[in-house]
């Protein structure tokens, strides 16, 4: 087992329920370490932890700090925690070293072999997939993931394969604290401008992560995304050694998509032999990924043909697609999609799962800016679907702006829309909607996917 640094034996984590917190959490609870931490609420991710040995506290407060046997040896903070936060605050007062997470997910890289996951969209499936598809090839690879794989309803593990995979997130340029020896990006599209700024920023940090990647390592790029195979062409000029995938890649060519109600099946030509994946989660969108992984895990040392059984055996991850369940014949999913590109690629796939169905979206915007920048975007992507309930703006870490509601995006909705910023009208308004054989999807970054049993129990009323 790697040895842990000396800031990370005896850790406190700021807001360690969230998805990226509690994965470093049970690393190191895994490694020995002391972890201790606090979040505004009780979750399910607190209960397991204290379940595992941390101490946790509910609520936040300096007196925190101060009530641990032994003064931590870092506190581990994520962007959203701001200098306001009184255990960050008193942390720095009493000289405790801070660290933002991702620098702490560093440290627990060390003395493995990196692969990251990064792109615009996909990037928690595809990290997903390559992680299931290892441990198929009993590789057994630590890992951390931006959800829970529905395999092990874990988001995070310590593995003894001396391989780590992690999601690699851009949007807030912290990726550029790994060094991976494999690295994929799965697109490259404007987004999280309200910390880049622009969208020539926001594409240079992808650059700068490439400059990232050791000597030796490799970038895989999906060659149908316009600019991430120009990431790919300057990787070349770099010196990086580059492998890209897509219909129009030639190192795994994707030959044919053939969609099925429970996933479907993609036919590629690797290195000059045809191979068959079969994806159990709908979507080209969501084979690509799995195409991704495939060449991930065979850099890594994994046989092609042991990858393809893995990822046959994916199950999904948690928000993504996640099936709630059935009520008056109507199915309930919950979806975490929350740009453009993302709800019209989950769209297009579930109109195949919806089948002679319709397909009812319930969407939330998350954040101001967001809206902002691509309400057009979003009410074409949501016309995708039959019919749409469009919530109030979820803002996250933002403050309100005038002006920035649901309703810029309703607006432009070309099938029937309803706009409601009343939360909890939604799940009776959508049971009114719906019939037998409709396909309902709660999609967003926000509190939306507490909406999918409550719609289920109106549908149970009914």
């Known amino acids: ?35 201790s931490g606090s979040d505004a609420k009780e979750s399910r991710a607190l209960l397991s932890l204290r379940a595992q040995g941390a101490e946790l506290f509910v609520g936040q407060s300096a007196a925190n700090i101060s009530a641990l046997a032994e003064p931590p040896s870092a506190v581990v903070v994520s962007t959203a925690i701001k200098e306001t936060n009184p255990e960050l605050a008193a942390a720095r007062e009493a000289g405790i070293p801070v660290l933002h997470r991702a620098q702490a997910l560093a440290g627990l890289m060390e003395g493995h072999r990196v692969a990251c996951i990064a792109g615009t969209h996909g990037k928690t499936s595809t990290t997903s997939m390559l992680t ?59 987004d999280h401008l309200d910390h880049h700024g622009t969208a020539e920023a926001y594409t240079k940090v992808f650059t700068d992560f490439v400059g990232r990647i050791v000597p030796g390592g490799l970038l895989i790029v999906c060659a149908d995304d316009a600019a991430a195979d120009e990431l790919g062409s300057q990787a070349e000029e770099m010196g990086v050694r580059v492998r890209r995938y897509g219909r129009t890649a030639t190192d795994a060519r994707v030959l044919d998509y053939a969609p099925a109600p429970d996933g479907g099946v993609v036919r590629l030509l690797l290195d000059g032999s045809e191979l068959s994946v079969r994806v159990a989660v709908p979507g080209e969108h969501m084979a690509l990924n799995a195409v991704a992984a495939l060449l991930a895990g065979i850099e890594l040392g994994a046989p092609a043909a042991e990858l393809a059984e893995g990822l046959a055996a994916f199950g999904g991850v948690r928000r993504r697609f996640e099936f709630k369940g059935r009520a008056a014949d109507v199915r309930v999913y919950d979806d975490y999609a929350h740009h453009p590109t993302e709800v019209a690629a989950q769209l297009r796939a579930v109109r195949t799962a919806a089948g002679s169905g319709r397909v009812v979206v319930v969407f939330q915007p998350h954040l101001y800016s967001r809206t902002k920048m691509f309400s057009a975007e979003f009410a074409s992507a949501l016309s995708l679907a039959d019919e749409v309930v469009v919530l109030d703006v979820y803002g996250a870490r933002e403050e309100p702006e005038p002006g920035v509601t649901g309703a810029l995006i309703a607006d432009g909705v070309t099938v029937p829309v309803h706009y409601e910023p009343a939360f909890d009208v939604a799940p009776g308004l959508v049971a009114g909607l719906v019939r037998g054989g409709d396909l309902v999807v709660t999609m967003g970054a926000g509190d939306v996917t507490q909406l999918g049993p409550e719609i289920l129990a109106e549908l149970d009323k009914r």
């Open 1 to 35: 087992m790697p040895e842990l640094s000396e800031e990370l034996r005896r850790a406190h984590l700021i807001g360690i329920g969230g998805a990226g917190m509690s994965g470093i959490a049970r690393i190191l609870l895994a490694r020995g370490a002391f972890v």
């Open 132 to 190: 299931v598809a290892l441990q198929h090839c009993r590789l057994d690879p630590s890992f951390a993931i931006g959800g829970d794989l529905n395999e092990s309803g874990a988001n995070a593990h310590h593995g003894e394969g001396g391989i780590f995979v992690a999601e690699a997130d851009e949007s807030d340029g912290s990726f550029l604290t790994y060094s991976p020896s494999v690295a994929v990006v799965t697109n490259v599209e404007p």
